[in-house]
């Protein structure tokens, strides 16, 4: 994987219009594409199989993979897309990326592919959400692609290969962890603003302390309550920047006893107060 040489065919932030639906099936990729979704509701088939859609998800499609997006009415399905190559020597320019019926393929426009095991075991959707910086890396290289300054191209192609390194990396790590963390820090997830629950958590994961301890750090690379701690903080964020509500408001929707609490340990984790925060959106 130290060798690709990622090349950036089309990069763009695309919202799928629902008129579209009926003619969503049978999309075919001629080059490697990442597909980040950004919000909205929809889903994606890939080789018949389907999967629901929700902000924060990674998609990840070899060429020529079959696959089809399908957009919700009232709240359409935006992502962040690359189409891009990794081991032409000599890479197309070319902003074709897609064909629609196998009869209307062009083989001259299909993207090398070479065997690489690593490549080949990744999953077609991951959930990204746990790993904002890498959610704002694709971002950014979707709009350095696409703001054409003088080193732009360049930096959008080294940054898809270290984004692609570090994902691969977590990807790998998540085919070891425990089932059991994992279901653990979804309830985590949902369940944040009621507060700590180390007991109930140990009680659901029917382990000693110290081997549960262990399997969730393993699988989380944080610690039960610091995972805890991160998901109160991410739920803060999203209320301050998704809803007019106050400050004072977000902060008991926390399980908050003291807005003062809460404001010491918001701008302990993001290095601005919960207000300043908010104003970035501004």
Same mark, same amino acid.
């Given at each position: 994987?130290?060798?690709?040489?990622?090349?950036?065919?089309?990069?763009?932030?695309?919202?799928?219009?629902?008129?579209?639906?009926?003619?969503?099936?049978?999309?075919?990729?001629?080059?490697?594409?990442?597909?980040?979704?950004?919000?909205?509701?929809?889903?994606?088939?890939?080789?018949?199989?389907?999967?629901?859609?929700?902000?924060?998800?990674?998609?990840?499609?070899?060429?020529?993979?079959?696959?089809?997006?399908?957009?919700? *009415?009232?709240?359409?399905? #935006?992502?962040? +897309?690359?189409?891009?190559? @990794?081991?032409?020597?000599?890479? !197309?320019? $070319?902003?074709?990326?897609?064909?629609?019926?196998?009869?209307?393929?062009?083989?001259?426009?299909?993207?090398?592919?070479?065997?690489?095991?690593?490549?080949?075991?990744?999953?077609?959707?991951?959930?990204?959400?746990?790993?904002?910086?890498?959610?704002?890396?694709?971002?950014?290289?979707?709009?350095?692609?696409?703001?054409?300054?003088?080193?732009?191209?360049?930096?959008?192609?080294?940054?898809?290969?270290?984004?692609?390194?570090?994902?691969?990396?977590?990807?790998?790590?998540?085919?070891?962890?425990?089932?059991?963390?994992?279901?653990?820090?979804?309830?985590? *997830?949902?369940?944040?603003? #009621?507060?700590? +629950?180390?007991?109930?958590? @140990?009680?659901?994961?029917?382990? !000693?302390? $110290?081997?549960?301890?262990?399997?969730?750090?393993?699988?989380?690379?944080?610690?039960?309550?610091?995972?805890?701690?991160?998901?109160?903080?991410?739920?803060?964020?999203?209320?301050?920047?998704?809803?007019?509500?106050?400050?004072?408001?977000?902060?008991?929707?926390?399980?908050?006893?003291?807005?003062?609490?809460?404001?010491?340990?918001?701008?302990?984790?993001?290095?601005?107060?919960?207000?300043?925060?908010?104003?970035?959106?501004?």
């Amino acid at each position: 994987m130290s060798e690709i040489q990622p090349f950036i065919r089309v990069g763009h932030h695309y919202q799928f219009p629902y008129e579209r639906n009926e003619f969503e099936y049978g999309r075919f990729g001629y080059c490697y594409a990442f597909h980040l979704v950004d919000g909205g509701r929809g889903r994606i088939t890939i080789d018949g199989q389907s999967y629901p859609l929700k902000k924060g998800d990674l998609i990840y499609l070899p060429p020529q993979l079959m696959h089809s997006f399908y957009t919700d *009415d009232e709240h359409p399905l #935006a992502t962040y +897309n690359l189409y891009f190559e @990794l081991w032409n020597e000599k890479p !197309r320019s $070319t902003e074709h990326h897609l064909y629609w019926h196998p009869a209307d393929l062009l083989p001259e426009l299909v993207t090398t592919v070479r065997e690489n095991t690593v490549l080949d075991t990744l999953p077609h959707l991951y959930p990204l959400q746990h790993h904002t910086i890498l959610m704002d890396v694709f971002a950014h290289i979707v709009k350095q692609h696409q703001q054409q300054r003088e080193y732009g191209d360049q930096i959008a192609h080294s940054l898809l290969k270290a984004f692609m390194l570090e994902f691969i990396q977590i990807a790998g790590e998540s085919w070891h962890s425990d089932y059991r963390m994992k279901a653990i820090m979804h309830r985590i *997830d949902k369940e944040a603003h #009621a507060g700590s +629950n180390y007991t109930s958590w @140990l009680a659901q994961s029917g382990l !000693r302390k $110290t081997r549960f301890h262990s399997l969730f750090k393993q699988t989380a690379g944080i610690s039960p309550k610091a995972y805890w701690s991160r998901a109160v903080m991410k739920q803060a964020a999203a209320a301050l920047w998704e809803s007019n509500r106050s400050i004072t408001a977000i902060a008991s929707d926390l399980g908050y006893a003291s807005i003062h609490h809460f404001t010491k340990q918001f701008t302990a984790y993001y290095g601005v107060s919960p207000s300043q925060y908010r104003k970035r959106k501004e």
